[in-house]
Protein backbone atom coordinates (compact mmCIF):
# COMPACT_ATOMS: atom_id res chain seq x y z
CA UNK A 1 0.00 0.00 0.00
CA UNK A 2 1.51 3.29 -1.41
CA UNK A 3 1.32 5.96 1.85
CA UNK A 4 0.83 9.47 1.03
CA UNK A 5 2.48 12.48 3.48
CA UNK A 6 1.44 15.64 2.77
CA UNK A 7 3.01 19.23 4.14
CA UNK A 8 2.84 20.96 5.54
CA UNK A 9 -0.07 20.00 7.95
CA UNK A 10 -1.39 23.88 7.64
CA UNK A 11 -0.62 26.71 5.52
CA UNK A 12 -1.38 30.26 6.80
CA UNK A 13 -0.97 32.65 4.67
CA UNK A 14 -2.67 36.10 2.74
CA UNK A 15 -4.77 36.50 -0.21
CA UNK A 16 -2.05 37.30 -3.18
CA UNK A 17 0.57 35.52 -1.75
CA UNK A 18 1.84 31.98 -3.18
CA UNK A 19 0.67 28.61 -1.59
CA UNK A 20 3.31 26.05 -2.18
CA UNK A 21 1.62 22.17 -0.78
CA UNK A 22 4.08 18.88 -0.62
CA UNK A 23 2.54 15.02 -1.29
CA UNK A 24 5.00 12.39 -0.74
CA UNK A 25 4.68 8.96 -1.66
CA UNK A 26 5.96 5.94 -0.08
CA UNK A 27 6.76 4.72 -3.16
CA UNK A 28 7.66 5.89 -7.02
CA UNK A 29 5.18 6.08 -9.27
CA UNK A 30 5.94 6.15 -12.87
CA UNK A 31 2.59 6.55 -14.15
CA UNK A 32 1.99 9.65 -13.61
CA UNK A 33 -1.56 9.22 -11.51
CA UNK A 34 -0.65 11.91 -8.93
CA UNK A 35 -3.77 13.82 -8.02
CA UNK A 36 -4.85 17.00 -6.17
CA UNK A 37 -8.59 17.36 -4.82
CA UNK A 38 -9.67 20.79 -3.01
CA UNK A 39 -12.62 20.36 -0.09
CA UNK A 40 -14.60 22.83 1.64
CA UNK A 41 -16.63 22.39 4.48
CA UNK A 42 -19.23 20.41 4.49
CA UNK A 43 -18.87 19.81 0.58
CA UNK A 44 -17.38 16.48 -1.34
CA UNK A 45 -13.84 17.07 -2.58
CA UNK A 46 -13.84 18.57 -6.15
CA UNK A 47 -11.03 17.23 -8.77
CA UNK A 48 -8.38 20.05 -9.33
CA UNK A 49 -5.31 18.38 -11.10
CA UNK A 50 -5.16 14.76 -12.25
CA UNK A 51 -2.28 13.32 -14.17
CA UNK A 52 0.45 15.38 -12.12
CA UNK A 53 -0.36 18.48 -13.64
CA UNK A 54 -3.36 18.32 -15.85
CA UNK A 55 -5.95 20.98 -14.80
CA UNK A 56 -9.78 19.60 -14.22
CA UNK A 57 -12.66 21.44 -16.32
CA UNK A 58 -13.24 24.53 -15.33
CA UNK A 59 -9.86 25.19 -12.34
CA UNK A 60 -8.04 28.26 -12.91
CA UNK A 61 -4.65 28.18 -14.15
CA UNK A 62 -3.22 29.57 -10.92
CA UNK A 63 -3.61 26.08 -9.81
CA UNK A 64 -0.80 23.95 -11.27
CA UNK A 65 0.79 20.52 -10.71
CA UNK A 66 4.33 19.37 -10.57
CA UNK A 67 6.90 16.42 -9.45
CA UNK A 68 7.47 12.87 -9.93
CA UNK A 69 8.86 9.61 -8.87
CA UNK A 70 7.66 10.10 -5.27
CA UNK A 71 7.69 14.26 -4.60
CA UNK A 72 4.93 15.92 -6.07
CA UNK A 73 3.33 19.71 -5.14
CA UNK A 74 0.70 21.93 -6.00
CA UNK A 75 1.28 25.14 -6.28
CA UNK A 76 -1.62 28.15 -6.04
CA UNK A 77 0.09 30.85 -8.01
CA UNK A 78 -1.94 33.94 -6.31
CA UNK A 79 -4.65 33.06 -3.33
CA UNK A 80 -7.99 34.27 -3.83
CA UNK A 81 -10.24 34.40 -1.09
CA UNK A 82 -12.43 31.01 -2.40
CA UNK A 83 -8.99 29.03 -2.48
CA UNK A 84 -8.65 28.51 1.18
CA UNK A 85 -9.75 25.30 1.47
CA UNK A 86 -8.39 21.68 2.57
CA UNK A 87 -6.43 19.93 -0.20
CA UNK A 88 -5.86 16.26 -0.54
CA UNK A 89 -3.90 14.20 -2.71
CA UNK A 90 -4.33 10.63 -4.04
CA UNK A 91 -2.70 8.25 -5.67
CA UNK A 92 -4.47 4.90 -6.84
CA UNK A 93 -5.93 4.11 -3.92
CA UNK A 94 -4.78 6.20 -1.15
CA UNK A 95 -5.12 9.52 -0.22
CA UNK A 96 -2.89 11.81 1.70
CA UNK A 97 -4.27 13.08 5.10
CA UNK A 98 -4.21 16.75 3.83
CA UNK A 99 -3.40 19.95 3.95
CA UNK A 100 -5.29 23.42 5.45
CA UNK A 101 -4.45 26.68 3.78
CA UNK A 102 -5.91 29.02 6.03
CA UNK A 103 -6.29 32.75 5.72
CA UNK A 104 -3.36 34.70 8.32
CA UNK B 1 -25.39 18.58 -15.69
CA UNK B 2 -23.27 15.21 -13.70
CA UNK B 3 -25.40 14.55 -10.55
CA UNK B 4 -25.14 11.94 -8.01
CA UNK B 5 -27.38 11.47 -5.02
CA UNK B 6 -26.38 9.12 -2.40
CA UNK B 7 -28.92 7.78 0.31
CA UNK B 8 -29.13 4.65 2.52
CA UNK B 9 -26.98 6.01 5.60
CA UNK B 10 -27.86 6.08 9.02
CA UNK B 11 -27.22 4.48 12.73
CA UNK B 12 -26.45 0.95 12.52
CA UNK B 13 -25.40 -1.32 15.55
CA UNK B 14 -22.11 -3.06 15.03
CA UNK B 15 -22.38 -6.32 13.36
CA UNK B 16 -25.47 -4.60 11.43
CA UNK B 17 -25.62 -4.18 8.21
CA UNK B 18 -26.89 -1.59 5.45
CA UNK B 19 -26.93 -0.40 1.68
CA UNK B 20 -26.35 2.67 0.29
CA UNK B 21 -27.52 3.87 -3.35
CA UNK B 22 -26.46 6.07 -5.56
CA UNK B 23 -28.54 7.85 -8.38
CA UNK B 24 -26.49 9.20 -11.19
CA UNK B 25 -27.93 11.39 -13.87
CA UNK B 26 -26.68 14.06 -16.25
CA UNK B 27 -24.26 11.49 -18.34
CA UNK B 28 -24.19 7.54 -19.95
CA UNK B 29 -23.71 5.68 -16.19
CA UNK B 30 -22.79 2.33 -18.14
CA UNK B 31 -19.91 4.10 -19.62
CA UNK B 32 -18.00 4.78 -16.93
CA UNK B 33 -16.67 2.72 -13.59
CA UNK B 34 -17.96 4.24 -10.53
CA UNK B 35 -16.17 4.23 -6.49
CA UNK B 36 -17.56 4.19 -3.01
CA UNK B 37 -15.26 6.85 -0.97
CA UNK B 38 -15.40 7.45 2.41
CA UNK B 39 -14.14 10.18 4.84
CA UNK B 40 -13.70 10.24 8.82
CA UNK B 41 -12.30 13.37 10.57
CA UNK B 42 -9.48 11.37 11.91
CA UNK B 43 -8.38 9.72 8.97
CA UNK B 44 -9.60 11.74 5.91
CA UNK B 45 -10.43 10.39 2.81
CA UNK B 46 -9.98 6.64 2.41
CA UNK B 47 -10.91 4.73 -0.91
CA UNK B 48 -13.58 1.77 -0.36
CA UNK B 49 -14.25 0.39 -3.45
CA UNK B 50 -14.48 0.41 -7.27
CA UNK B 51 -16.72 -1.56 -10.21
CA UNK B 52 -15.79 -1.79 -13.57
CA UNK B 53 -18.07 0.00 -16.32
CA UNK B 54 -20.33 -3.42 -16.50
CA UNK B 55 -19.93 -4.59 -13.55
CA UNK B 56 -17.87 -7.60 -14.65
CA UNK B 57 -14.86 -6.31 -12.05
CA UNK B 58 -14.57 -5.20 -8.32
CA UNK B 59 -12.33 -4.07 -6.27
CA UNK B 60 -11.58 -3.48 -2.66
CA UNK B 61 -8.93 -2.42 0.03
CA UNK B 62 -8.11 -5.14 2.55
CA UNK B 63 -9.92 -2.86 5.32
CA UNK B 64 -13.67 -4.05 3.75
CA UNK B 65 -13.13 -6.94 1.53
CA UNK B 66 -14.75 -9.51 2.99
CA UNK B 67 -17.69 -7.40 4.33
CA UNK B 68 -18.28 -4.67 1.33
CA UNK B 69 -19.62 -5.57 -1.77
CA UNK B 70 -20.25 -3.12 -4.62
CA UNK B 71 -22.57 -3.27 -7.47
CA UNK B 72 -24.71 -1.46 -10.18
CA UNK B 73 -27.40 -1.71 -12.05
CA UNK B 74 -27.28 0.29 -15.47
CA UNK B 75 -30.90 0.41 -16.34
CA UNK B 76 -31.48 2.26 -13.49
CA UNK B 77 -28.37 3.89 -13.53
CA UNK B 78 -27.37 3.08 -9.47
CA UNK B 79 -24.58 1.94 -7.81
CA UNK B 80 -25.21 0.09 -4.47
CA UNK B 81 -22.69 -0.75 -1.74
CA UNK B 82 -23.90 -3.14 0.55
CA UNK B 83 -21.90 -3.13 3.85
CA UNK B 84 -22.27 -5.89 6.55
CA UNK B 85 -20.67 -6.49 9.81
CA UNK B 86 -20.07 -3.39 10.23
CA UNK B 87 -17.62 -2.29 13.02
CA UNK B 88 -16.96 1.28 14.46
CA UNK B 89 -13.96 2.18 12.80
CA UNK B 90 -16.62 1.98 9.57
CA UNK B 91 -18.54 5.37 10.83
CA UNK B 92 -17.73 7.63 7.81
CA UNK B 93 -19.47 9.99 5.04
CA UNK B 94 -19.86 7.72 2.04
CA UNK B 95 -19.56 9.64 -1.59
CA UNK B 96 -20.24 8.09 -4.44
CA UNK B 97 -17.05 9.21 -6.86
CA UNK B 98 -17.31 8.81 -10.83
CA UNK B 99 -14.07 7.85 -12.55
CA UNK B 100 -12.19 9.55 -15.04
CA UNK B 101 -11.51 6.77 -18.02
CA UNK B 102 -8.15 6.32 -18.00
CA UNK B 103 -7.35 7.79 -14.64
CA UNK B 104 -6.97 6.81 -11.19
CA UNK B 105 -8.95 9.75 -9.98
CA UNK B 106 -12.89 11.00 -9.78
CA UNK B 107 -14.24 14.18 -11.60
CA UNK B 108 -17.74 14.02 -9.97
CA UNK B 109 -18.43 13.41 -6.43
CA UNK B 110 -22.03 12.99 -4.31
CA UNK B 111 -22.57 15.28 -1.37
CA UNK B 112 -22.12 12.13 0.61
CA UNK B 113 -24.52 10.01 2.84
CA UNK B 114 -23.42 9.88 7.17
CA UNK B 115 -23.17 6.21 8.43
CA UNK B 116 -22.87 5.69 11.97
CA UNK B 117 -22.24 2.60 13.52
CA UNK B 118 -23.00 2.33 17.28
CA UNK B 119 -24.90 0.67 20.04
Known amino acids: EIVLTQSPGTLSLSPGERATLSCRASQSDSNSYLTWYQQKPGQAPRLLIYGVSSRATGIPDRFSGSGSGTDFTLTISRLEPEDFAVYHCQLYGSFGQGTKVEMK | EVQLLESGGGLVQPGGSLRLSCAASGFTFSNYAMNWVRQTPGKGLEWVST????????YYPDSVKGRFTISRDNSRNTLFLQMNSLRAEDTAVYYCAKHVTGQHCFDYWGQGTLVTVSS
Open chain 2, 51 to 58: ISESGSRT
